[in-house]
């Protein structure tokens, strides 16, 4: 190998750049079968994922070495010109050169890594692959309710996280607060509707409170800030004459929409059983001294017109 490597450093220009080719294209083979074979004899899919990432970099590193070992005795010769094609190729590839500082970004920051949820501008997604220009996202929401994929794959390029803003989901506090809102007529037991949605919020999230209790914990011990309350909360506002309750909640950024459905079901459940101390409001209200629309008075003008027609017509 050493004697390959002494002929080839040896070799004339010509000679270089054909061994150069050849030698990136056997690093390049067998890095990919690397690439396809090592990976699974790892079972799970976090780690199947890391040394794929791992061999691919590898070979990159492999064949920038081997071409800097190759070219070692004339990149002093080509300094000058390197510097004055590498000017040149800034200015055209801008784009691409802040996609490749964006990935050394979020490497290093650890912005979002493989397997959290984040919000990049305005998409929304699980994150499923990092590469150096581009972060692959399964989306969710957009036109599907909560928080359920809906399907699409974006691709996002690194740059973006050096331009706006990023919003992790996951790291630290994984729990977010959510809420729901309940309409109820003025008639209702105001304070019974308050307890009973209070009762129903804190025996449906009382899983995750104490978990969600440690991970604020880990947060106030790295950042300056004030405890919030993280137990279940119920505030009444009067809308439109009727009662609307909004109940909080903190909830693993998962399970939002599985939470709400799970909320709504008890409620329905406890009105039904409350023997009309609390009733539904109608979100459909038509008062009777409703000005009539142009068409209705049109309609009833002709009606009228046709029934003194009728009436002159028997006389």
Same mark, same amino acid.
């Given at each position: ?187 209702? +037991? ?97 008062? +009777? ?27």
């Amino acid at each position: 190998m050493n004697d390959f490597l002494t002929k080839t450093v040896s070799l004339s220009l010509f000679g270089k750049c054909v061994a150069a080719g050849l030698g990136i294209l056997i690093i390049h083979a067998t890095f990919r079968v690397l690439e396809q074979t090592l990976p699974r004899r790892f079972g799970r899919a976090d780690a199947r994922y890391k040394v794929r990432k791992f061999v691919v970099f590898s070979g990159y590193l492999s064949i920038l070495v081997f071409l800097a070992f190759v070219f070692e005795d004339r990149l002093g010769r080509l300094s000058f010109a390197i510097g004055v094609v590498g000017a040149g190729v800034a200015v055209a590839l801008q784009d691409v050169l802040a996609s490749f500082a964006g990935a050394f970004s979020i490497g290093f920051s650890k912005l979002y890594a493989v397997g959290d949820r984040v919000q990049i501008g305005d998409t929304r997604g699980d994150v499923i692959d990092i590469g150096l220009l581009r972060t692959t996202l399964m989306e969710t929401g957009s036109w599907v309710s909560g928080d359920l994929y809906n399907g699409r794959i974006a691709r996002i390029p690194n740059s973006t996280v050096l331009k706006g803003s990023v919003f992790n989901y996951s790291k630290g506090f994984r729990f977010i607060w959510d809420e729901i809102r309940v309409l109820f007529t003025n008639t209702s +037991d105001c304070q019974f509707a308050r307890e009973m949605l209070l009762q129903v919020a804190k025996e449906a999230t009382g899983e995750y409170l104490v978990e969600a209790q440690t991970s604020w914990k880990v947060i106030s011990d790295n950042y300056r800030s004030e405890n919030p309350p993280l137990e279940p909360t119920v505030a009444l506002v009067v809308n439109g004459g009727s009662l609307e309750f909004a109940v909080s909640y903190v909830i693993d950024y998962t399970k939002r929409t599985t939470m709400k459905d799970r909320l709504f079901m008890k409620i329905v459940e406890e009105v039904s059983s409350s023997d009309g101390r609390v009733q539904w409001a109608s979100s459909r209200v038509t008062p +009777d001294n409703q000005p009539s629309s142009p068409d209705t008075i049109e309609a009833r003008q002709s009606s009228s017109t046709q029934d003194m027609g009728k009436t002159a017509g028997s006389h």
